[in-house]
């Protein structure tokens, strides 16, 4: 028979108390092996726990020590800038200002906090601000000027920033302030400085188109000793060039800015000068001018307002004739950086065989002389009249 049926039929068979003892001792083995098993899994779980606690702490405390840095880092860079800082409360009470923002507005701490940030002087308008920032959502710039309640006037550059929680809702307003008035104070010599040269400068042209004004006088005065036909004209094709460059002077020196003029208006005042030196055929010919927008500068201005002198000067002089009426076109506009002059008439016409190359007059060798200084291409039409037109780059380079 098997050990343990033998076991089994002893413990059968042996007294009630015996088989009482058994019972027990298997009671308290069976116990005490229940209690090993559970103390084991406990002590596993604690211990696991323990660990995943002491990675989460040692999370918590690294984070901890970059938040404290982070704090520290940030509160030497609020309460060591030259910047004025200050922190508000969603109703603009101030909670906390650095040191250099009672250095530069010359206030004590302690009557600052809880003042409004309107009851500040260089802050009287602020609430718009607050208002317009928080519409906007973001940080924004302005400029204050302050001249009362301070021991010295003072511009300063404010940046307004408001900060929401995560539920978005205003948190805190930040003000952070720079002074900028030294930079103010040079923008002030500077612009000074450049009014002062625009007067000098307007001067200068004024002088200019005196001089000038005063050559065309004499070159009159002398036009009335001069019998010869020829000469004479030549004298009033100098008078004409001389004003068109006094015209240019008077522009810039009556224009608001000194960089370019209005090229369209010159040519009006221009061709109104032409129309009075060509008396006898203005009644018989118009001249139509379109130039939309388009200004020049100084050094473009000149050598095209004397093309357009010649070249207007000459359709008056040769394109009609005895009592042949008609009419001048001027047209310039503007491409990119290509400028179109196109002069055109409907008069007689060049004659069979021009060529403005080989042509001994002055006009055309001007013509050809100032479109070369414009770094410009000169083309000539002869269909219905005859057409100028002159392309050049502007503004050059």
């Not at 101030?94 to 009557?111: Q, S």
């Not at 007067?199 to 200068?204: D, G, P, R």
């Not at 050094?299 to 009419?327: H, W």
């Amino acid at each position: 028979m098997p050990a343990p049926f033998r076991l089994l039929t002893i413990f059968l068979e042996s007294p009630s108390f015996v088989r009482d003892i058994w019972l027990l001792l298997i009671s308290l083995l069976l116990f005490g092996a229940t209690l090993y098993i559970y103390v084991r899994l406990r002590s596993n779980t604690f211990r696991r726990i323990r660990h995943l606690l002491e990675e989460r702490v040692e999370v918590k405390t690294r984070q901890l020590v970059e938040k404290n840095l982070e704090l520290e880092q940030l509160s030497l860079v609020a309460s060591r800038t030259d910047n004025s800082v200050l922190i508000a409360a969603p109703d603009t009470r101030i909670e906390w200002v650095n040191d250099a923002f009672l250095r530069l507005y010359a206030m004590p701490k302690d009557k600052v906090l809880g003042m409004r940030l309107h009851e500040i002087a260089i802050y009287r308008d602020i609430d718009q601000q607050v208002e317009q920032t928080l519409k906007q959502e973001h940080s924004s710039i302005f400029e204050s000027n302050v001249t009362t309640h301070h021991p010295r006037n003072i511009w300063i550059s404010s940046t307004l920033t408001p900060v929401y929680d995560e539920e978005a809702r205003l948190k805190k307003l930040v003000m952070v302030d720079t002074d900028i008035t030294s930079t103010k104070q040079l923008q002030q010599q500077i612009e000074a400085s450049l009014k002062e040269k625009d007067v000098l400068l307007k001067e200068i042209h004024h002088r200019v188109k005196n001089n000038l004004q005063i050559i065309i006088s004499l070159l009159n005065l002398q036009s009335g000793y001069i019998k010869d036909e020829s000469t004479l004209k030549a004298v009033q094709d100098g008078q004409n060039r001389v004003r068109s460059m006094a015209l240019v002077h008077e522009k810039f020196y009556q224009a608001d800015e000194l960089t370019e003029i209005a090229f369209g208006e010159y040519m009006e005042k221009l061709c109104q000068y032409l129309y009075q030196s060509y008396g006898d055929k203005t009644d018989r010919v118009r001249v139509l001018i379109d130039a939309g927008d388009v200004a020049l500068d100084m050094d473009t201005a000149m050598p095209c307002g004397l093309l357009v002198n010649e070249i207007v000067s000459n359709s008056y002089k040769y394109g009609f004739p005895g009592q042949r009426s008609g009419e001048i076109r001027i047209r310039m506009f503007r491409e990119d950086k290509t400028v179109t002059l196109d002069i055109t008439d409907n008069g007689i016409g060049l004659p069979e065989g021009f060529s403005v190359e080989s042509s001994e007059s002055l006009g055309m060798q001007l013509i050809q002389a100032l479109t070369s200084q414009l770094d410009g291409e000169l083309s000539i039409g002869r269909e219905n009249g005859t057409r100028f037109t002159v392309k050049f780059p502007y503004p050059k380079g």
